[in-house]
Protein backbone atom coordinates (compact mmCIF):
# COMPACT_ATOMS: atom_id res chain seq x y z
CA UNK A 1 0.00 0.00 0.00
CA UNK A 2 1.25 3.48 -0.93
CA UNK A 3 0.29 7.08 0.36
CA UNK A 4 0.42 9.70 -1.86
CA UNK A 5 -0.01 13.60 -0.49
CA UNK A 6 -0.99 16.64 -1.61
CA UNK A 7 -1.36 20.28 -0.67
CA UNK A 8 -1.13 21.57 2.83
CA UNK A 9 0.48 19.69 5.66
CA UNK A 10 -1.15 22.77 8.13
CA UNK A 11 -4.60 22.03 6.77
CA UNK A 12 -7.28 19.70 7.36
CA UNK A 13 -6.34 16.09 6.90
CA UNK A 14 -8.34 13.84 3.97
CA UNK A 15 -7.71 10.52 3.03
CA UNK A 16 -8.81 9.15 -0.17
CA UNK A 17 -9.46 5.16 -0.71
CA UNK A 18 -10.22 4.29 -4.21
CA UNK A 19 -12.34 0.99 -5.62
CA UNK A 20 -11.08 -1.97 -6.81
CA UNK A 21 -9.68 -2.35 -9.85
CA UNK A 22 -8.95 1.63 -10.24
CA UNK A 23 -5.56 3.42 -9.15
CA UNK A 24 -5.79 6.57 -6.88
CA UNK A 25 -5.30 8.69 -9.81
CA UNK A 26 -8.95 8.56 -10.25
CA UNK A 27 -9.06 11.08 -7.44
CA UNK A 28 -6.89 13.59 -9.21
CA UNK A 29 -9.98 16.07 -10.88
CA UNK A 30 -10.85 16.12 -6.70
CA UNK A 31 -7.64 16.55 -5.78
CA UNK A 32 -7.07 19.65 -8.07
CA UNK A 33 -10.41 21.17 -6.41
CA UNK A 34 -9.47 20.56 -3.26
CA UNK A 35 -5.15 20.84 -2.17
CA UNK A 36 -5.55 24.65 -1.60
CA UNK A 37 -7.93 23.59 1.11
CA UNK A 38 -6.78 19.83 2.66
CA UNK A 39 -3.21 18.23 3.50
CA UNK A 40 -4.54 14.85 1.18
CA UNK A 41 -3.70 11.52 1.44
CA UNK A 42 -4.67 9.44 -1.48
CA UNK A 43 -4.13 5.63 -0.99
CA UNK A 44 -2.75 2.94 -3.42
CA UNK A 45 -4.50 -0.34 -2.30
CA UNK A 46 -2.76 -3.59 -2.87
CA UNK A 47 -3.01 -4.94 -6.09
CA UNK A 48 -3.74 -1.91 -7.54
CA UNK A 49 -0.76 0.38 -7.26
CA UNK A 50 1.10 1.94 -10.67
CA UNK A 51 4.29 1.06 -11.76
CA UNK A 52 4.79 -1.83 -9.09
CA UNK A 53 3.96 -5.38 -8.70
CA UNK A 54 1.85 -5.93 -5.44
CA UNK A 55 -0.70 -8.37 -4.48
CA UNK A 56 -3.98 -7.91 -2.55
CA UNK A 57 -4.42 -9.41 0.67
CA UNK A 58 -7.82 -8.85 2.19
CA UNK A 59 -9.97 -6.08 3.67
CA UNK A 60 -9.01 -6.06 7.08
CA UNK A 61 -4.98 -6.27 6.18
CA UNK A 62 -5.80 -2.95 4.33
CA UNK A 63 -7.53 -1.33 6.82
CA UNK A 64 -4.22 -2.53 9.15
CA UNK A 65 -2.18 -0.91 7.21
CA UNK A 66 -4.31 3.01 7.00
CA UNK A 67 -4.04 2.67 10.52
CA UNK A 68 -0.83 2.08 10.81
CA UNK A 69 0.09 4.86 8.85
CA UNK A 70 -2.62 7.59 10.57
CA UNK A 71 -1.03 6.19 13.72
CA UNK A 72 2.93 7.02 12.62
CA UNK A 73 2.14 10.10 10.36
CA UNK A 74 -0.95 11.73 12.21
CA UNK A 75 -0.57 10.47 15.58
CA UNK A 76 -3.83 8.46 15.00
CA UNK A 77 -5.93 11.44 13.80
CA UNK A 78 -7.75 12.09 10.58
CA UNK A 79 -9.90 15.09 9.58
CA UNK A 80 -12.09 13.55 7.06
CA UNK A 81 -12.10 10.19 5.06
CA UNK A 82 -13.88 9.63 1.67
CA UNK A 83 -14.14 5.89 0.41
CA UNK A 84 -15.11 4.60 -2.90
CA UNK A 85 -16.64 1.37 -2.71
CA UNK A 86 -13.87 -1.22 -2.24
CA UNK A 87 -12.69 2.08 -0.53
CA UNK A 88 -15.34 2.78 1.41
CA UNK A 89 -15.21 -1.30 2.69
CA UNK A 90 -11.79 -0.81 4.19
CA UNK A 91 -12.62 2.40 5.81
CA UNK A 92 -15.65 1.08 7.27
CA UNK A 93 -13.00 -1.83 9.10
CA UNK A 94 -10.83 0.95 10.13
CA UNK A 95 -13.86 2.52 11.84
CA UNK A 96 -14.82 -1.22 13.21
CA UNK A 97 -11.33 -1.73 14.91
CA UNK A 98 -11.56 2.11 16.58
CA UNK A 99 -7.60 2.72 16.92
CA UNK A 100 -7.68 5.67 15.02
CA UNK A 101 -10.06 8.56 15.18
CA UNK A 102 -11.79 9.71 12.07
CA UNK A 103 -13.90 12.84 12.42
CA UNK A 104 -15.84 12.54 9.33
CA UNK A 105 -16.28 9.33 7.12
CA UNK A 106 -17.70 8.92 3.98
CA UNK A 107 -18.72 5.51 2.34
CA UNK A 108 -19.59 5.94 -1.38
CA UNK A 109 -21.60 2.96 -2.24
CA UNK A 110 -19.26 0.52 0.32
CA UNK A 111 -20.52 -3.23 0.41
CA UNK A 112 -20.74 -4.29 4.16
CA UNK A 113 -22.63 -7.08 3.40
CA UNK A 114 -21.72 -10.54 2.61
CA UNK A 115 -22.89 -12.75 -0.65
CA UNK A 116 -24.55 -16.17 -0.24
CA UNK A 117 -21.37 -18.37 -0.48
CA UNK A 118 -22.88 -20.28 -3.63
CA UNK A 119 -22.65 -16.92 -5.48
CA UNK A 120 -19.25 -15.68 -4.49
CA UNK A 121 -17.45 -18.18 -6.94
CA UNK A 122 -19.17 -17.38 -10.26
CA UNK A 123 -19.48 -13.46 -9.08
CA UNK A 124 -16.05 -13.31 -8.48
CA UNK A 125 -14.62 -14.99 -11.88
CA UNK A 126 -17.57 -12.93 -13.71
CA UNK A 127 -15.62 -9.36 -12.00
CA UNK A 128 -12.62 -10.94 -13.21
CA UNK A 129 -13.63 -11.12 -16.81
CA UNK A 130 -15.08 -7.87 -17.14
CA UNK A 131 -12.06 -6.49 -15.78
CA UNK A 132 -9.71 -8.17 -18.47
CA UNK A 133 -11.98 -7.22 -21.01
CA UNK A 134 -11.83 -3.91 -19.96
CA UNK A 135 -7.94 -4.05 -20.01
CA UNK A 136 -7.77 -5.73 -23.36
CA UNK A 137 -10.70 -4.15 -25.09
CA UNK A 138 -10.82 -0.86 -24.06
CA UNK A 139 -10.90 0.60 -27.40
CA UNK A 140 -14.24 -1.70 -28.12
CA UNK A 141 -15.99 -0.60 -24.60
CA UNK A 142 -15.13 3.13 -24.80
CA UNK A 143 -17.30 3.14 -28.47
CA UNK A 144 -19.93 0.79 -26.95
CA UNK A 145 -20.27 3.25 -24.13
CA UNK A 146 -19.75 6.57 -25.24
CA UNK A 147 -19.81 7.84 -21.67
CA UNK A 148 -17.31 9.90 -19.57
CA UNK A 149 -18.07 7.46 -17.06
CA UNK A 150 -16.96 4.71 -18.47
CA UNK A 151 -14.15 6.19 -20.28
CA UNK A 152 -12.64 7.26 -17.02
CA UNK A 153 -13.14 3.48 -15.02
CA UNK A 154 -12.14 1.80 -18.45
CA UNK A 155 -8.93 4.15 -18.16
CA UNK A 156 -8.49 3.50 -14.60
CA UNK A 157 -8.46 -0.73 -15.71
CA UNK A 158 -6.28 -0.31 -18.05
CA UNK A 159 -3.72 1.39 -15.64
CA UNK A 160 -3.80 -1.10 -12.72
CA UNK A 161 -4.39 -4.45 -14.29
CA UNK A 162 -0.08 -4.78 -15.48
CA UNK A 163 0.67 -4.58 -11.85
CA UNK A 164 -2.22 -6.77 -9.75
CA UNK A 165 -3.60 -9.05 -12.72
CA UNK A 166 -6.27 -11.13 -12.59
CA UNK A 167 -5.35 -12.99 -9.08
CA UNK A 168 -5.43 -8.91 -7.64
CA UNK A 169 -9.09 -9.07 -8.79
CA UNK A 170 -10.16 -12.83 -8.01
CA UNK A 171 -8.59 -12.36 -4.34
CA UNK A 172 -10.17 -8.31 -3.80
CA UNK A 173 -14.12 -9.46 -4.56
CA UNK A 174 -13.38 -12.38 -2.47
CA UNK A 175 -12.82 -10.58 0.31
CA UNK A 176 -15.26 -8.14 -0.27
CA UNK A 177 -17.90 -10.94 -0.96
CA UNK A 178 -17.12 -12.57 2.39
CA UNK A 179 -16.92 -10.51 4.60
CA UNK A 180 -19.73 -8.76 6.89
CA UNK A 181 -19.33 -5.49 8.67
CA UNK A 182 -20.25 -6.11 12.46
CA UNK A 183 -20.35 -3.04 14.36
CA UNK A 184 -18.70 0.43 13.36
CA UNK A 185 -17.56 3.34 15.86
CA UNK A 186 -17.52 7.40 14.24
CA UNK A 187 -18.49 10.99 15.19
CA UNK A 188 -20.07 11.37 11.58
CA UNK A 189 -20.59 8.62 9.05
CA UNK A 190 -22.16 9.50 5.79
CA UNK A 191 -23.34 6.61 3.19
CA UNK A 192 -24.00 7.79 -0.33
CA UNK A 193 -25.17 5.75 -3.45
CA UNK A 194 -26.75 6.40 -6.81
CA UNK A 195 -30.38 5.34 -7.67
CA UNK A 196 -29.28 3.41 -10.88
CA UNK A 197 -26.79 1.17 -7.89
CA UNK A 198 -30.16 1.39 -5.32
CA UNK A 199 -30.07 -2.61 -5.89
CA UNK A 200 -27.19 -3.74 -4.21
CA UNK A 201 -26.83 -0.28 -2.26
CA UNK A 202 -29.99 -0.11 -0.34
CA UNK A 203 -29.23 -3.23 2.14
CA UNK A 204 -26.14 -1.76 2.66
CA UNK A 205 -27.25 1.26 4.09
CA UNK A 206 -29.81 -0.51 5.87
CA UNK A 207 -27.24 -2.44 7.74
CA UNK A 208 -25.07 0.23 8.46
CA UNK A 209 -28.42 2.44 9.51
CA UNK A 210 -28.71 -0.27 12.25
CA UNK A 211 -25.66 -0.25 13.43
CA UNK A 212 -25.28 3.56 13.27
CA UNK A 213 -28.65 5.22 13.76
CA UNK A 214 -27.39 8.73 12.93
CA UNK A 215 -25.68 7.96 9.39
CA UNK A 216 -26.30 10.54 7.01
CA UNK A 217 -27.58 8.54 3.93
CA UNK A 218 -27.54 10.56 1.03
CA UNK A 219 -29.18 8.34 -2.55
CA UNK A 220 -28.28 10.69 -5.95
CA UNK A 221 -30.77 10.77 -8.63
CA UNK A 222 -29.89 9.12 -11.99
CA UNK A 223 -25.95 8.01 -10.69
CA UNK A 224 -24.32 4.40 -11.11
CA UNK A 225 -21.73 3.16 -9.10
CA UNK A 226 -18.76 5.83 -8.60
CA UNK A 227 -20.42 8.27 -11.04
CA UNK A 228 -20.76 11.11 -8.94
CA UNK A 229 -16.40 11.20 -8.52
CA UNK A 230 -16.01 10.56 -11.83
CA UNK A 231 -18.44 13.37 -14.02
CA UNK A 232 -19.15 15.52 -10.91
CA UNK A 233 -16.06 16.06 -8.84
CA UNK A 234 -16.77 19.28 -8.09
CA UNK A 235 -20.17 18.41 -6.32
CA UNK A 236 -18.27 15.88 -4.11
CA UNK A 237 -15.81 18.36 -3.09
CA UNK A 238 -18.33 21.16 -2.23
CA UNK A 239 -19.62 18.45 -0.41
CA UNK A 240 -16.50 17.47 1.58
CA UNK A 241 -16.23 21.00 2.60
CA UNK A 242 -19.55 21.36 3.72
CA UNK A 243 -19.08 17.81 6.08
CA UNK A 244 -16.45 20.03 8.00
CA UNK A 245 -17.43 23.42 8.23
CA UNK A 246 -21.16 22.95 8.70
CA UNK A 247 -21.80 19.15 10.19
CA UNK A 248 -23.84 18.92 6.25
CA UNK A 249 -26.72 16.60 6.08
CA UNK A 250 -27.87 16.14 9.58
CA UNK A 251 -31.41 14.01 9.25
CA UNK A 252 -30.23 10.77 8.27
CA UNK A 253 -33.93 10.17 7.14
CA UNK A 254 -33.79 12.46 4.41
CA UNK A 255 -31.80 12.06 1.20
CA UNK A 256 -31.08 14.94 -0.75
CA UNK A 257 -31.78 14.96 -4.35
CA UNK A 258 -29.81 16.75 -6.67
CA UNK A 259 -30.32 17.20 -10.01
CA UNK A 260 -27.79 16.58 -12.24
CA UNK A 261 -26.58 18.12 -15.93
CA UNK A 262 -25.82 15.50 -18.10
CA UNK A 263 -22.60 15.89 -19.78
Not at 17 to 39: A, C, K, N, R, T
Not at 87 to 112: F, M, Q, T, W
Not at 189 to 196: A, D, F, L, N
Not at 237 to 250: F, N, P, Q, T, W
Request: include cysteine; hydrophobic fraction near 40%.
Amino acid sequence: MNFNTFGNEESPTLMLIPGLGVSYEIFLPLIHLLQDSFHIIAVEVDGFTLGKQTEFTSVDDQAVQVIDYVKNSFHGKLDCAYGLSLGGKILSRVLERNEVLINHAILDAAPLLPLPRWLVGPLRYYQAFNVWTCYRWTGFWKRVFHSHYFDVLLDECKKTYPFGGKRAVLDGYHSVYTNKLESISGKDIHYWHGTKEAFVAKPQAKHLLKLFPNTHLEVFPKMNHGQLLVDYPEEVARRIKDILVSEYGKDSTDAELVVFKKR
